[in-house]
C-alpha cells in the first residue's frame, strides 16, 4: 500500500484546505513531519485513518474531528489518493457536521457522514479517468479492507505507529498482550475450537450419562417388577442380588434369571386358578337352593298375616258404602247448587252498586226510574257538544297572548344587540391602531432570534476556552515547577553516579587486588605471585554501590521524562485553549453571555407571542365586520316586532267576548266540559247499575226453581238435604279406591294361600341362605385371591420381557458410547491444558498466540540487534508472569537478553531510550508478521510517531540505520519528532505551522532547505 496525495479541509487543526504530496516527499524514501506541540502532526495520520475507515485511531468520536477555525460554511472534508492491489484509488470522505441552514428555525442543520470511492482507469484515449466504485459507508469498508488485507485495528498498529504506544506492548501483562495479538491475527477462532471441544465433550458425557443413567432405571425397575416377596417370601430370599450398574453384562444375565423365575411362578398360580374355579361354582349352586326355599316360607308367613289385617278392616265396610252411595246421587245436582249461591250473592251486589251509583246524581234525581234518567243524560251530551266545539277559539286566544309575550322579548332583544354592537363599533379604531403596532414590533424581534442564536453560541464556546485556558495556565505552572525540580534531581542522581563510579574505576587496583589469592593467577597479569598488592581505600565504593547509583539515576531520569511529557501535552492543551479563548477574561465573557442569553430569551418569548397577536389583530378585524351588519339586523327586527305586536292585540279581543258567553261560571272552557262530562258519567253509570239489579233478580229466581226440581228427581226430600248429601270429590275417591283395593287384597291373598310349592315349604325346616352366602363368599375370595396372584404373575412376565429387551437395548449402546466419550474427553483437556499430556500447561489459543509472539520476537531481533550493536534480544518465555497465581501458562511473556552479561531479566529494566530502540523493533516485528498473516502484501507506506528524544548520539545512529534498511524495496517511512538532529539528518519534511486562525502544512523537500 503507498500513499501518493492527501487534502484535507476544515479538519482538525486545519481550518481550510491543505495538501500533502506524498510521492514528494517519499524522493529519498524517508520524510520528516515536524512542528511545534498541538501544531497536529498526529492529525496528518488521523486525516489518512480517517479517509480508510470512517474513524481515527483510539477511542476518540468522529463529531470532534470539524475543526474549530474553519468558517461556518466550510464542510469537512478528506481526500485521499493510494495505491493497493495493484489498484490506484481515491476516497473521499465528511464526518457527520452541522451546516447554516435558512431553512432551519435554529439557523443551523445537520449533515450526514458520506463516503465516495473511485478508481483510475484508463478510456479509449488512453487518459486516466476516475471511475466510481461505490458511495456507501458498507462498500467502502469492504473495498477498503479487501485491497489493503488490514482492518482499521491492524493498520493502526502495522502502518501508524501511534504516539504513546511503542512501550504498551513490550511491558504489557500476558493478559493485555493476548487481547491485542487475539485482535491483530483472529485467533478467537481457536478459542471456540476449544470451546467447541469441550461442548462436544460435555454432550458426549451426558449421552454417554443418558445411556448408564438408563441402564441403572432399567434395572431399578426390573428388581420391582420381579417381586417375589409378597406372593413367595422362599423365593424372595433365594432372588440373585441385583449387579452395579458398572457391570451392565452382569446386570443382563441378572434380569434374564428373574424372567425364568417368573415365568414358573406365572405357571404355578394358574393351577391354583383352576382348582378354587370348582370350589366356588358348588358354593353357589347350593346358595341359590336355599334362598329359593327361605324366599318360599317368608311369602306363606306374610299371606297369613295379610289375611288377619283384611278382616279386622272389613268390619266398618257397610257404612262407607251407603255414604259413598249418597255421595253419587247427590254429585249430578253440585252445579244447581253452586249456581243458586252464585246468583244469591250477585243479586246483593247489584243492589249494593245501584245504591252507590245514586249517592252522585242530584237530589231530584235520587228515586228517578231509568226512562227519567235516560232523558237527563241525554241533555247533558247535548250543552257538552257544545262546548267542545268552543275549544279551538280558547286556544288561539291562548296562543295569540303567547306570540304577544315572545314580541315582547324579541323587540327588548333587538333593542340591547343594536346598542352593544353600536357602543363596540365606536371603540374600534384605537383598537385597531393599538394592534397593529403590537404585531409590527413583536415581527421585529423575531427576526433578530438567529443572530442572537449566534452571538450566544459564539460567547458560550470562547467561554468553555477561557475557563479550560485558564485552569490549565494554573496546571501548566506547576507542571514546569515539577520538570525542574525532577530535572535537577536527575542531574544531581546522575553526578552522584558519575562521581562513585570514576571513584570506584580509580580504586579498581585495590578492589583487584581484594580478590587475589596466593598461588591463583592475577586476572590483570596473570602472575601466580603477588608481590606489592594495592591497597583498598577505605571509602572504596562497591559494584552494589555504583549499581544503586545508576538505578537511582534512571528512575530520577524516567520521573524527568515523565514530568516533560506532562509539561509538553499541558501545553500544547494550553496552547489550544488560548487560541480559540482569546485573551478575554473568563468573568468579562461570562457577563456578555449572560447578556447574550436574556437578550435571546427575550425575543424568543417576543416571537412566542406574534402569531396569537396576529391572530387576534384578524379576529378583531372580522368582529368589526359583524357588529356593523348586527347593528342593521338589529334595527330591521325591532320594526318587524313593533307592527306585529298591533296586529295581535285586535284579534285576542274579539275572540274573549265569545268565549266569556261560552263559559258561565266555570273558569276555563276545559272546566265547563268536565263538569257536564262528570255529569253524564253519573247518570249512565246508575242507569247501568239499575238495569244489573234487574237482570240479576231474574236469574237468581230462575236458579231457585231448577235446584227444588233436581233435587226432586234425585230422591231427596228437599235440596238442603241434597246439599247435606253432597262430600268432597276426592273424599268419594278415596272411598271408592279403599273397597276396591280391599277387594282386590282379599282375592290375591286367598290364592296364595291356595298355592302348593308355599304350602310344601311351610312344613319343611327353616332356611338358612346366610350361612350359604358366608361359603359363596368365602369361595369367591379364594377365586379372586388365585386370579389376582396369576394375573400379577402374568403382568410381571410381561412387564420383564419389554424391560429386558429396553435393558439389551441400552447396553448394545453403552459399548460405543464410552469410545466416543474417551476421544472426544481426551482432545478437549488437552486443548484446554487440563490433561497431563499437555506438557506445557498452555491452553490452545495461547500455544498459537506463544507461536506468533515467537514470530514477532524473532522479526524484531533482527532489527534491535543492529539498534543496540547487538547487546539486546528480545526473548519469548512460556512462564507466567510475575505475580500470576494459577496453574495454566499463557506463553506471552517478554524478556531481554543482554549479551553484555548473559543476563535475562524484564523489560522494565531498560532505560527509557533503550526502551523506545525495543519497542521500535517490536512495533516493526509486529507490522511484519501481521502484514504477513493479513494480506501478505508489502507496506508501502509506514509511519513512526515520537520516541527519539530518548536516543543518545550513538542509538540515534543506530535507529537511523535501521529506518535507512526498511527504506529498501519501495518503502517510504514518514517520522513525526520534535528531536533537532532528525532534522538535519533528513531532507524532506513536513512542516506543520501552528498560527491563533488554525494550522498549516508546508512540504519541502532538498531544494527547498
Same mark, same amino acid.
Given at each position: 500500500?503507498?500513499?501518493?496525495?492527501?487534502?484535507?479541509?476544515?479538519?482538525?487543526?486545519?481550518?481550510?484546505?491543505?495538501?500533502?504530496?506524498?510521492?514528494?516527499?517519499?524522493?529519498?524514501?524517508?520524510?520528516?513531519?515536524?512542528?511545534?506541540?498541538?501544531?497536529?502532526?498526529?492529525?496528518?495520520?488521523?486525516?489518512?485513518?480517517?479517509?480508510?475507515?470512517?474513524?481515527?485511531?483510539?477511542?476518540?468520536?468522529?463529531?470532534?474531528?470539524?475543526?474549530?477555525?474553519?468558517?461556518?460554511?466550510?464542510?469537512?472534508?478528506?481526500?485521499?489518493?493510494?495505491?493497493?492491489?495493484?489498484?490506484?484509488?481515491?476516497?473521499?470522505?465528511?464526518?457527520?457536521?452541522?451546516?447554516?441552514?435558512?431553512?432551519?428555525?435554529?439557523?443551523?442543520?445537520?449533515?450526514?457522514?458520506?463516503?465516495?470511492?473511485?478508481?483510475?482507469?484508463g478510456n479509449s484515449d488512453g487518459a486516466a479517468v476516475w471511475e466510481p466504485v461505490c458511495a456507501t459507508h458498507q462498500d467502502a469498508a469492504k473495498e477498503i479492507e479487501a485491497a489493503l488485507g488490514l482492518s482499521k485495528e491492524q493498520f493502526c498498529q502495522v502502518v501508524l505507529l501511534p504516539q504513546g504506544d511503542f512501550a504498551k506492548f513490550l511491558r504489557a501483562d500476558a493478559k493485555d498482550r493476548a487481547s491485542l495479538l487475539r485482535q491483530l491475527f483472529g485467533t478467537g477462532r481457536f478459542q471456540e475450537l476449544q470451546a467447541w471441544l469441550s461442548k462436544r465433550a460435555k454432550a458426549a458425557k451426558d449421552d454417554l450419562d443418558k445411556v448408564s443413567t438408563a441402564v441403572q432405571h432399567l434395572s431399578e425397575r426390573i428388581d420391582q417388577a420381579a417381586g417375589f416377596s409378597a406372593q413367595d417370601p422362599d423365593a424372595a430370599e433365594s432372588q440373585p442380588v441385583r449387579p452395579d450398574a458398572h457391570h451392565p453384562a452382569e446386570t443382563l444375565g441378572w434380569a434374564r434369571s428373574l424372567l425364568t423365575r417368573a415365568h414358573e411362578a406365572s405357571a404355578a398360580t394358574q393351577a391354583e386358578v383352576d382348582n378354587s374355579d370348582d370350589v366356588y361354582r358348588k358354593a353357589k349352586q347350593h346358595q341359590h337352593d336355599c334362598t329359593e326355599l327361605a324366599t318360599r316360607q317368608n311369602q306363606?308367613?306374610?299371606?297369613?298375616?295379610?289375611?288377619?289385617?283384611?278382616?279386622?278392616?272389613?268390619?266398618?265396610?257397610?257404612?262407607?258404602?251407603?255414604?259413598?252411595?249418597?255421595?253419587?246421587?247427590?254429585?249430578?245436582?253440585?252445579?244447581?247448587?253452586?249456581?243458586?249461591?252464585?246468583?244469591?250473592?250477585?243479586?246483593?251486589?247489584?243492589?249494593?252498586?245501584?245504591?252507590?251509583?245514586?249517592?252522585?246524581?242530584?237530589?231530584?234525581?235520587?228515586?228517578?226510574?231509568?226512562?227519567?234518567?235516560?232523558?237527563?243524560?241525554?241533555?247533558?251530551?247535548?250543552?257538552?257538544?257544545?262546548?267542545?266545539?268552543?275549544?279551538?277559539?280558547?286556544?288561539r286566544h291562548a296562543e295569540l297572548g303567547t306570540q304577544m309575550a315572545e314580541l315582547s322579548e324579541k323587540e327588548e332583544e333587538a333593542q340591547t344587540d343594536h346598542d352593544e354592537a353600536a357602543q363596540w363599533l365606536e371603540a374600534w379604531p384605537a383598537l385597531q391602531a393599538e394592534h397593529t403596532e403590537r404585531v409590527e414590533a413583536l415581527g421585529k424581534a423575531a427576526d433578530r432570534i438567529p443572530q442572537l442564536d449566534r452571538e450566544a453560541q459564539a460567547l458560550d464556546i470562547q467561554l468553555e476556552a477561557a475557563r479550560s485556558r485558564d485552569d490549565l495556565a494554573g496546571r501548566l505552572a506547576t507542571a514546569e515547577k515539577t520538570e525542574t525540580k525532577r530535572e535537577t534531581k536527575a542531574l544531581h542522581a546522575k553526578k552522584t553516579w558519575l562521581d562513585l563510579r570514576e571513584r570506584r574505576l580509580d580504586g579498581m587496583a585495590g578492589e583487584l587486588a581484594a580478590e587475589l589469592t596466593d598461588g591463583a593467577p592475577c586476572s590483570v597479569c596473570g602472575s601466580s605471585v603477588h608481590p606489592a598488592p594495592a591497597q583498598l581505600r577505605a571509602d572504596q565504593p562497591t559494584r552494589e554501590d555504583?549499581?544503586?547509583?545508576?538505578?537511582?539515576?534512571?528512575?530520577?531520569? /524516567?520521573?524527568?521524562?515523565?514530568?516533560?511529557? @506532562?509539561?509538553?501535552?499541558?501545553?500544547?492543551?494550553? !496552547?489550544? #485553549? %488560548?487560541? *480559540? &479563548?482569546?485573551?478575554?477574561?473568563?468573568?468579562?465573557?461570562?457577563?456578555?453571555?449572560?447578556?447574550?442569553?436574556?437578550?435571546?430569551?427575550?425575543?424568543?418569548?417576543?416571537?412566542?407571542?406574534?402569531?396569537?397577536?396576529?391572530?387576534?389583530?384578524?379576529?378583531?378585524?372580522?368582529?368589526?365586520?359583524?357588529?356593523?351588519?348586527?347593528?342593521?339586523?338589529?334595527?330591521?327586527?325591532? /320594526?318587524?316586532?313593533?307592527?306585529?305586536?298591533? @296586529?295581535?292585540?285586535?284579534?285576542?279581543?274579539?275572540? !274573549?267576548? #265569545? %268565549?266569556? *258567553? &261560552?263559559?258561565?261560571?266555570a273558569a276555563t272552557l276545559g272546566d265547563r266540559i268536565a263538569e257536564l262530562t262528570r255529569a253524564a258519567e253519573h247518570l249512565s253509570s246508575a242507569i247501568d247499575a239499575a238495569q244489573a239489579t234487574t237482570a240479576a233478580a231474574d236469574r237468581h229466581r230462575d236458579a231457585l226453581n231448577d235446584a227444588d226440581h233436581a233435587a226432586s228427581d234425585a230422591g231427596f226430600p228437599t235440596r238442603e238435604e241434597a246439599a247435606a248429601a253432597l262430600q268432597p270429590a276426592a273424599l268419594l275417591q278415596q272411598w271408592r279406591e279403599e273397597l276396591e283395593r280391599w277387594d282386590k287384597d282379599d282375592a290375591v291373598v286367598t290364592d296364595t294361600l291356595k298355592t302348593q310349592t308355599l304350602i310344601e315349604a311351610s312344613v319343611q325346616p327353616p332356611a338358612d341362605p346366610q350361612a350359604a352366602a358366608d361359603a359363596l363368599q368365602k369361595a369367591e375370595t379364594q377365586v379372586k385371591s388365585a386370579a389376582g396372584a396369576s394375573q400379577q404373575a402374568h403382568d410381571r412376565v410381561t412387564d420383564l420381557t419389554g424391560l429386558i429387551t429396553d435393558l439389551a437395548t441400552r447396553v448394545t449402546d453403552l459399548q460405543p458410547l464410552q469410545a466416543h466419550y474417551a476421544l472426544i474427553d481426551r482432545l478437549a483437556r488437552i486443548t484446554s491444558a487440563a490433561d497431563s499430556t499437555n506438557t506445557l500447561s498452555m491452553e490452545l489459543e495461547a500455544y498459537v498466540l506463544a507461536a506468533r509472539l515467537e514470530e514477532i520476537a524473532e522479526a524484531a531481533n533482527a532489527r534491535l540487534q543492529a539498534m543496540t550493536s547487538d547487546r539486546y534480544l528480545l526473548v519469548h518465555s512460556d512462564e507466567k508472569d510475575a505475580g500470576r497465581s494459577g496453574r495454566l501458562k499463557a506463553g506471552l511473556s517478554l524478556r531481554v537478553l543482554d549479551n553484555w552479561t548473559g543476563t535475562v531479566r524484564e523489560t522494565s529494566t531498560l532505560s527509557g531510550g533503550e526502551t523506545f530502540t525495543a519497542s521500535l523493533a517490536l512495533a516493526l516485528g509486529l507490522a511484519d508478521v501481521v502484514t504477513q498473516e493479513a494480506s501478505g502484501r508489502p507496506l508501502g507506506t509506514l509511519f513512526i510517531d515520537e520516541g527519539f528524544g530518548t536516543l543518545d548520539e550513538q542509538n540515534l545512529q543506530d535507529v537511523m540505520d535501521v529506518l535507512d534498511q526498511l527504506r529498501a524495496g519501495d518503502r517510504t517511512v514518514g517520522i513525526i519528532s520534535h528531536v533537532a538532529e532528525l532534522g538535519r539528518r533528513i531532507p524532506s519534511q513536513l512542516q506543520v505551522i501552528k498560527q491563533r486562525n488554525g494550522s498549516t502544512l508546508r512540504p519541502m523537500v532538498d531544494a527547498d532547505l
Open positions: 500500500m503507498h500513499l501518493h496525495h492527501l487534502t484535507v479541509q476544515a479538519f482538525g487543526p486545519f481550518a481550510h484546505t491543505e495538501n500533502v504530496d506524498f510521492d514528494d516527499l517519499a524522493g529519498a524514501g524517508l520524510f520528516l513531519l515536524r512542528g511545534d506541540t498541538g501544531a497536529g502532526k498526529t492529525s496528518v495520520l488521523d486525516a489518512v485513518c480517517f479517509a480508510l475507515y470512517g474513524s481515527v485511531p483510539g477511542v476518540r468520536p468522529t463529531h470532534r474531528l470539524r475543526s474549530d477555525h474553519a468558517p461556518a460554511g466550510t464542510r469537512t472534508e478528506v481526500v485521499l489518493e493510494f495505491s493497493a492491489a495493484d489498484r490506484r484509488l481515491r476516497i473521499t470522505r465528511t464526518p457527520k457536521q452541522s451546516r447554516p441552514s435558512s431553512r432551519a428555525k435554529s439557523g443551523t442543520a445537520t449533515a450526514e457522514a458520506t463516503v465516495e470511492l473511485q478508481e483510475r482507469t306363606h308367613q306374610q299371606a297369613l298375616a295379610q289375611r288377619t289385617a283384611l278382616d279386622h278392616k272389613a268390619a266398618d265396610h257397610p257404612r262407607l258404602r251407603e255414604q259413598l252411595d249418597q255421595g253419587r246421587r247427590a254429585e249430578p245436582l253440585r252445579p244447581l247448587l253452586d249456581g243458586l249461591k252464585r246468583t244469591a250473592l250477585a243479586l246483593k251486589k247489584a243492589h249494593t252498586t245501584e245504591e252507590a251509583a245514586r249517592t252522585h246524581l242530584a237530589p231530584a234525581q235520587t228515586h228517578a226510574e231509568i226512562p227519567q234518567l235516560q232523558l237527563a243524560h241525554e241533555e247533558h251530551h247535548v250543552l257538552r257538544g257544545h262546548a267542545q266545539g268552543l275549544l279551538p277559539d280558547e286556544q555504583e549499581e544503586k547509583a545508576r538505578a537511582a539515576h534512571e528512575q530520577a531520569e /524516567t520521573a524527568h521524562s515523565k514530568a516533560t511529557r @506532562a509539561r509538553s501535552d499541558l501545553a500544547e492543551q494550553h !496552547a489550544q #485553549a %488560548l487560541g *480559540a &479563548a482569546g485573551t478575554t477574561p473568563a468573568e468579562e465573557l461570562e457577563t456578555q453571555l449572560k447578556a447574550a442569553r436574556t437578550a435571546h430569551q427575550t425575543a424568543c418569548d417576543q416571537a412566542g407571542e406574534l402569531a396569537p397577536a396576529q391572530e387576534e389583530l384578524t379576529r378583531l378585524r372580522s368582529e368589526s365586520e359583524t357588529r356593523t351588519q348586527q347593528r342593521q339586523e338589529a334595527r330591521n327586527r325591532l /320594526t318587524e316586532c313593533q307592527a306585529r305586536h298591533k @296586529a295581535l292585540t285586535q284579534q285576542q279581543h274579539t275572540i !274573549a267576548l #265569545a %268565549l266569556d *258567553a &261560552a263559559r258561565g261560571s
